[in-house]
């Protein structure tokens, strides 16, 4: 409701009759008692903000419906910290709220989506991707706007690909900062915490495949910036990263604030666009870059980042979607593809190869577009 264009239009059609009510008043103040008036005033300026945000909203449809102002997020999120392994095996993927603290700041939401093979078959680990949201985000983002354990369930449910984990951890403080998932001198070592201490948590507390061919990590925007600069400078950590509408050159502005404490060299060492052409590169390595045709910012800096890593013998491909933007509307329609390369990538690579994870009937790879 809330990404819906007819929902958009009452909204700023409300704002409108609010605006003329507060005009009538004005001119018949003589009138009116200051009380009066000044409710309208308030009223006026509500209906002014709502219409602004409801516009916003509509463009990067970041609250999808109604539901989601009130914490109805998936009807995959479990109440329980686990699920029961004596319950029935459930339909559909299951989601975990966990929380976890990190180096430089207390503990924060972490969400894991386990698909509904993983309750099947006690014996099987499966492969994970960890999957970062946008900024200005949270860790729920993925599922409550990108709608990411839905599509998996779709997928899984047409045996169309291998299933996996899917993590979902936050990087930014609550809306307060943006941390580009760096190591923030004197301040949230992000990059620490989401390539050892999450890492580390999930290997431990889930049945997952505890090697770097069966990691892969991105997200969206933002998320798809740490995604390429974590794989790249932790390739010993994860084999691959998914990125859509993502770039190659870290933010710093004011909700970011100093991340690299004035070094150059910091900054450099964090900068997928300096670093790329030169950095060792670990087999097997992998991308998967998408961007919509209508962002060309986004959409250059994916094409860039493709022609340079298969000049060097890495595995990309890359898919520009015609006629989208950036914005998570553009992100869900994405996520289908998104999460097929990702099978893909796992299927074939060893480690995974070798797991116990169930068979599938075709694993369709997006073949490689520009």
Same mark, same amino acid.
């Given at each position: 409701m809330l990404d819906n264009s007819f929902f958009v239009a009452v909204v700023i059609a409300v704002a409108a009759v609010l605006s003329a009510w507060r005009v009538l008043a004005e001119v018949r103040r003589t009138r009116r008692s200051l009380i009066v008036r000044s409710g309208l005033a308030l009223l006026t300026a509500a209906g002014v903000l709502l219409a602004v945000a409801a516009v916003v909203n509509h463009h990067y449809s970041y609250l999808p419906d109604v539901g989601s102002l009130t914490g109805h997020v998936s009807p995959d999120l479990t109440r329980t910290t686990r699920y029961l392994a004596d319950a029935p095996s459930p339909l559909h993927g299951v989601i975990e709220k966990q929380v976890l603290a990190g180096p430089g700041f207390s503990a924060k939401p972490l969400y894991v989506y386990l698909p509904a093979p993983y309750f099947k078959d006690l014996a099987s680990r499966f492969p994970v991707l960890y999957l970062l949201h946008g900024s200005p985000g949270i860790a729920v983002d993925w599922i /409550?706007? @990108?709608? #990411? !354990? /839905?599509?998996?369930?779709?997928?899984?449910?047409? $045996?169309? +690909?291998?299933?996996? +984990? #899917?993590?979902?951890? !936050?990087? !930014?403080? $609550?809306?307060? /900062?943006d941390t580009q998932? *760096? !190591?923030?001198?004197? @301040?949230?070592?992000?990059?620490?915490?989401?390539?050892?201490? &999450? &890492?580390?948590?999930v290997d431990t507390h889930y049945r997952t495949i505890a090697d770097r061919d069966d990691r892969v990590i991105g997200g969206f925007s933002a998320g798809a910036y740490c995604g390429i600069n974590l794989t790249m400078r932790h390739q010993g950590v994860f084999s691959a990263f998914v990125s859509d509408s993502g770039y190659t050159v870290p933010d710093e502005n004011t909700y970011t604030r100093d991340l690299f404490g004035g070094s150059e060299w910091l900054r450099r060492s964090n900068t997928p666009a300096d670093?790329?052409?030169? #950095?060792?590169? /670990? *087999?097997?390595? @992998?991308?998967y870059l998408e961007a919509g045709s209508a962002d060309p910012v986004f959409r250059d800096d994916s094409a860039w980042v493709t022609s340079v890593l298969r000049r060097r013998g890495a595995s990309v491909t890359l898919r520009i979607f015609p006629g989208h933007d950036h914005g998570w509307r553009d992100a869900r329609d994405h996520a289908t593809y998104l999460l097929r390369w990702t099978s893909s990538w796992f299927a074939n690579t060893s480690a995974s190869a070798n797991a116990h994870t169930p068979a599938v009937s075709s694993v369709r790879s997006t073949s490689p577009s520009i």
């Open positions: /409550r706007t @990108g709608k #990411i !354990d /839905r599509t998996m369930d779709t997928l899984v449910a047409q $045996n169309a +690909i291998r299933p996996f +984990i #899917i993590v979902m951890p !936050d990087f !930014d403080l $609550n809306y307060a /900062r998932c *760096e !190591d923030i001198p004197a @301040g949230p070592q992000m990059d620490t915490y989401l390539t050892r201490d &999450v &890492v580390s948590f670093y790329l052409w030169s #950095i060792p590169m /670990r *087999e097997p390595l @992998g991308a």
